[in-house]
């Protein structure tokens, strides 16, 4: 598992795709974890998901937390590792 505070994902995702293609210990973990994406819903998974990774996203939003900008978390999952993930609940709270 590997997780990261990454602070705009968007702009490090060919330095990540880099990575999965050249260094082990990216091909071979199960989870990339990434806290800070800045992403949002006019961004599509297809842009932050290389091939062999399912992606589970949730983007800060002005509706749920008074905020616009920044937050967010990513996660990706490697379908060598797991193909039958499920979201259980989803929840997002002001307070946290």
């Known amino acids: 598992m590997s997780l990261s ?3 705009s994902f968007r702009k490090k ?6 990575n999965l293609q050249t260094k ?9 974890c990434f ?3 800045w992403l949002d819903a ?10 062999g990774l399912t ?4 983007d800060r939003s002005r509706d749920e937390t008074g ?13 060598r590792w797991a193909t039958d993930v499920k ?3 989803k929840t997002c709270s002001v307070d946290i």
């Open 67 to 79: 905020k616009a900008r920044g937050g967010g978390v990513c996660i990706l999952v490697n379908d």
């Open 42 to 51: 006019t961004i599509p998974d297809s842009t932050v998901q290389p091939p």
């Open 24 to 32: 082990r210990d990216y091909k071979d973990c199960s989870i990339f």
């Open 55 to 58: 992606t589970y996203r949730s």
């Open 5 to 7: 505070n990454v602070r």
């Open 87 to 89: 979201i259980l609940s």
């Open 35 to 37: 806290t800070e994406t």
């Open 13 to 18: 995702t060919s330095e990540f795709l880099c």
